[in-house]
């Protein structure tokens, strides 16, 4: 699926004009990113991915609680976003974001994985975690649930689940 978005700052002559692909941005309520980062029970240099990381708000509370974080993002203009976010929140060394489909990354070097999905790619995203991340990797997933796997824990619509 393809269509352009254009993105207007109001008050500056600035026009994005960017072919967009995937799901519109939706960002991660702010009150559920300490819950998301308890959940992931992150330790001293443990790396997480962020698959659609938007705006960078929770690879910033990665990076606070100790981890190294790693977002993958396919629209520019967030892409910039995050990485103004992050530099401006002093975790450069800490907090990245990578321009692209995450579909295409290798994730089984993470400790960690979170998502904000949408319900469509659950299924086949599923299969790709199963297949790549290691024993005792964590997946975080914000409102919608993987359709076969049992979480091991969750709170209202957060949903915690761990690699055999």
Same mark, same amino acid.
Do not use: C
């Given at each position: 699926?393809?269509?352009?978005?254009?993105?207007?700052?109001?008050?500056?002559?600035?026009?994005?004009?960017?072919?967009?692909? *995937?799901?519109?941005?939706?960002?991660?309520?702010?009150?559920?990113?300490?819950?998301?980062? =308890?959940?992931? *029970?992150?330790?001293?240099?443990?790396?997480?991915?962020?698959? *659609?990381? *938007?705006?960078?708000?929770?690879?910033?509370?990665?990076?606070?609680?100790?981890?190294?974080?790693?977002?993958?993002?396919?629209?520019?203009?967030?892409?910039?976003?995050?990485?103004?976010?992050?530099?401006?929140?002093?975790?450069?060394?800490?907090?990245?974001?990578?321009?692209?489909?995450?579909?295409? =990354?290798?994730?089984?070097?993470?400790?960690?994985?979170?998502?904000?999905?949408?319900?469509?790619?659950?299924?086949?995203?599923?299969?790709?975690?199963? &297949?790549?991340?290691?024993?005792?990797?964590?997946?975080?997933?914000?409102?919608?649930?993987?359709?076969?796997?049992?979480?091991? &824990? &969750?709170?209202?619509?957060?949903?915690?689940?761990?690699?055999?």
């Amino acid at each position: 699926m393809r269509w352009f978005s254009f993105i207007v700052v109001a008050g500056s002559a600035l026009l994005l004009l960017s072919l967009y692909r *995937g799901a519109f941005f939706v960002p991660t309520r702010r009150k559920y990113i300490p819950r998301i980062v =308890e959940l992931l *029970g992150i330790q001293a240099g443990e790396t997480v991915a962020d698959l *659609g990381s *938007g705006d960078g708000r929770l690879l910033i509370a990665v990076a606070e609680a100790g981890g190294v974080a790693h977002g993958f993002e396919h629209n520019p203009f967030l892409v910039w976003r995050a990485r103004r976010n992050v530099r401006r929140a002093g975790f450069e060394n800490k907090a990245f974001t990578h321009h692209g489909n995450f579909w295409n =990354e290798d994730l089984s070097s993470f400790n960690a994985v979170v998502i904000y999905g949408i319900p469509y790619i659950m299924g086949r995203l599923e299969k790709k975690l199963l &297949a790549e991340l290691r024993p005792g990797a964590r997946v975080v997933s914000n409102s919608f649930p993987f359709p076969t796997w049992q979480p091991t &824990a &969750a709170h209202k619509r957060v949903y915690l689940y761990r690699q055999p």
